[in-house]
């Protein structure tokens, strides 16, 4: 089985796991996951999601994901 660059995403009480589309149709059980630690910038620093207070928290798992296609630049 291959991997691909789709992912299906699991809502498991407050916590998301995500599980490539290839592996979840072959076994749709979430076993064997490790919890992954998520680092992004806040006031310029990148910092673990998890240290950042419950506002800023809250704040990120409302952020929206946008793929830009092509260049910026009009290049």
């Known amino acids: ?3 691909n660059d789709e992912y299906m995403p699991y809502k498991v009480g407050q916590e998301t796991f ?3 589309k290839a592996c979840h149709e072959a076994n ?3 076993e064997n996951f490790q ?3 998520v680092y ?3 006031v310029g620093y990148i910092r673990p999601v998890q240290q950042w207070n419950k506002g800023k928290q809250a704040e990120f798992s409302d952020r929206m994901e946008f793929v830009v ?3 910026a ?3």
């Open 1 to 3: 089985m291959e991997c």
């Open 18 to 20: 995500v599980k490539c």
């Open 28 to 30: 749709s059980a979430l």
């Open 35 to 37: 919890k992954a630690e």
């Open 40 to 42: 992004s910038r806040v």
């Open 69 to 71: 296609n092509g260049s």
């Open 73 to 75: 630049c009009g290049c």
